[in-house]
């Protein structure tokens, strides 16, 4: 057991130590370079009964302050007032597109699809896909262009500051946030080839047309789920330089508002998070459970309490950190650590379950793999 602890500590300090990397040198989409020029782009909105959520997603993209804009919403079959929402908009912006979506074909998910649609109907020569439940700030899509043009990029994705307002969100999305920020180099994702520096967040994910095109777009992804990390897991493999940025203070979402949607969207997604994979998914698992949570019981052993506690000194420290770097609850993600971590591990069980028996459902579509 001693020799467990001390590797629990080693890897808690790995872990921190990328976390200190990326909360002092995370690229962050509001510090982007000077603008270059101003080539067409088009925003891509895929919404499918999103009728609480477009007005406010548009009300941010017609306030851009980028002077060659398109925005295309593609209506996914919706049964809510999205469709007479957007007419609102095009009527009084000439920027603004409606498209009705066709039938989903067989073999592709229902999203992929709608942004394949829209990348047909886009004019520009920079694409950018925002989902219909995220708020922008003004200088989103300048700072993005501008990221893209001085490090020559293919492919662009900004991590969302997340709205979080139950407790259930409050527990989850960040451990959620985790991953990338605890867990990923974001340099790494423009200075390595390699697939496992990959990452993408499809609230805000941009492409030149080329590169969009060289990679197949959204038809090379139609059947996967979690298709925004698996283009950018493409776009490593051929070749083209891409970036994470933090979004904070221009990209916004809270994703999912009741406890429900929140227990089913995780659960359609975790386990693509992995690729998939069950032997690397479940050892995720253990090593979760080992690193942030056994030291949480361990404490009230007398061998082992004093390494125990100085393992739950480095997860404090560590999503202390995340908190208030982020802009995460800060009470509830340094005490409730351990049982935000449990609650993540369950909907990533549930995930599994859910892949394997074929379950995965969203929006009233089951969802193919």
């Given amino acids: 057991m001693f020799l467990l602890l001390y590797g629990i500590i080693g890897f808690l300090v790995a872990v921190l130590s990328v976390t200190l990397y990326n909360v002092i040198t995370a690229p962050m989409l509001y510090q982007a370079p ?23 997603c548009l009300e941010g993209l017609v306030t851009q302050d980028y002077p060659k ?15 007479a929402i957007v007419n ?16 989903l074909p067989s073999g ?21 896909f925002t ?46 946030n985790m991953l990338v920020y605890s867990f990923l180099p974001m340099w790494l994702t423009y200075r390595s080839r390699a697939p496992l520096f990959a990452a993408a967040n499809g609230q805000w994910i941009a492409f030149t047309r080329q590169a969009y095109e060289r990679l197949g777009g959204h038809q090379a992804v139609r059947n996967q789920v979690v298709e925004d990390v698996e283009l950018s897991r493409l776009a490593k493999r051929m070749g083209e330089k ?10 916004f979402c809270r994703m999912y508002d009741s406890d429900k949607a929140l227990w089913e969207g995780f659960s359609k997604n975790v386990f693509g998070l992995i690729g998939h994979r069950t032997v690397p998914f479940f050892g995720l698992l253990i090593i979760f459970f080992l690193a942030f949570i056994l030291p949480y019981f361990l404490v009230w052993v007398k061998p082992y309490a004093a390494l125990a506690a100085i393992a739950i000194f480095l997860n404090f420290a560590l999503r202390l950190f995340l908190a208030l770097k982020y ?12 049982f935000a971590i449990a609650f993540t591990m369950l909907i990533g069980l549930n995930s599994y379950r859910w892949f394997k028996t ?7 579509r089951r969802l193919q793999h």
């Avoid at 908009?89 to 039938?103: Q, T």
């Avoid at 802009?327 to 351990?338: A, C, E, I």
Wanted: proline share 5%; glycine share 6%; net charge neutral.
């Fill in 34 to 56: 000077r603008l270059q020029s101003t080539p067409w782009v088009s925003v891509l909105v895929p919404a499918r009964d999103e009728e609480h959520n477009i007005g406010a």
């Fill in 69 to 83: 804009l398109e925005i295309l919403v593609l209506d996914d079959g919706s049964t809510d007032r999205t469709a």
């Fill in 88 to 103: 609102d908009f095009v009527e009084r912006d000439r920027r603004v597109r409606l498209l009705a979506g066709e039938p």
């Fill in 108 to 128: 592709w998910l229902g999203k992929n699809w709608a942004c394949h649609q829209l990348s047909r109907h886009a004019t520009g020569d920079f694409l950018i």
């Fill in 131 to 176: 989902d219909a439940d995220v708020r922008h700030a003004s200088g989103a899509v300048t700072h993005t262009l501008a990221w893209m043009q001085s490090l020559d990029l293919g492919m662009l994705s900004a991590f969302s500051q997340q709205i979080t307002r139950s407790l259930p969100e409050k527990l989850v999305v960040p451990v959620i």
């Fill in 242 to 251: 891409i970036l994470v940025v933090c979004g904070n203070r221009e990209v």
């Fill in 327 to 338: 802009r995460q609850p800060v009470v509830v993600s340094t005490l409730l650590h351990p």
């Fill in 358 to 364: 074929g379950k995965i459902r969203w929006k009233g």
